[in-house]
T-cell receptor, first 113, second 112 residues
């Protein structure tokens, strides 16, 4: 059981480039999330999805886009990368319903230079 | 009102001591309060969680104390061990949806 798998683990982007961070889960979870983690700032929610075809903005969505065509996959797209997007990105998933455990991937460390 | 304030930012405890991390919130609609543990290079993992209908929850050496009137909750790690050295995040969410609001994290170092 792989849980939540993120690729790549590390990436360096030049300013203005685009990329997609991949996230897949094999737990048949309805809910999926993207967070970014900056030093001393905790985790901030970028986008979330409550099921295939349904996505919504979190606290810090600017500069990002998502799609959810299947239950398993929830890719995060960065368009026109900026230095402010240098961060560690975590994908997570959980069952639907109240107060269930969120399972996190191992993260993608992105540097924009 | 969506913030969860966490303190201290860092903490050094001797082996066998008690580690205490505190969090405070404003949004009275929050009704689920988990603590996540994160080791370097890993994603956060659920450690223990509490709902506001109880004032304390204990799992092994880890205890959450919850004060609904003060809108505060804390994590106590008894008999702290070097293997507990990690970053700890408190979080909160509202009923019906697991959209966690995280604290800023506490880096715990347990010295041998």
């Amino acid at each position: 059981n792989a849980g939540v798998t993120q690729t790549p683990k590390f990436r360096i982007l030049k300013i203005g480039q685009s990329m997609t961070l991949q996230c897949t889960q094999d737990m048949n979870h309805n809910y999926m999330y993207w967070y970014r983690q900056d030093p001393g700032m905790g985790l901030k929610l970028i986008y979330y999805s409550v099921g295939a075809g349904i996505t919504d903005k979190g606290e810090v969505p600017n500069g990002y886009n998502v799609s959810r065509s299947t239950t398993e996959d929830f890719p995060l797209r960065l368009e026109l990368a900026a230095p402010s997007q240098t961060s560690v990105y975590f994908c997570a998933s959980s069952y639907a319903g109240d107060n269930t455990e969120a399972f996190f991937g191992q993260g993608t460390r992105l540097t924009v230079v | 009102q969506q913030q969860v304030k966490q303190s201290p930012q860092s903490l050094i405890v001797q082996k066998g001591g008690i580690s205490i991390i505190n969090c405070a919130y404003e949004n009275t609609a929050f009704d689920y309060f988990p603590w996540y543990q994160q080791f370097p290079g890993k994603g956060p993992a659920l450690l223990i969680a509490i709902r506001p209908d109880v004032s304390e929850k204990k799992e092994g050496r880890f205890t959450i104390s919850f004060n609904k009137s003060a809108k505060q909750f804390s994590l106590h790690i008894m008999d702290s061990q070097p293997g507990d050295s990690a970053t700890y995040f408190c979080a909160a969410s509202t009923a019906g949806f697991q959209k966690l609001v995280f604290g800023t994290g506490t880096r715990l170092l347990v010295s041998p």
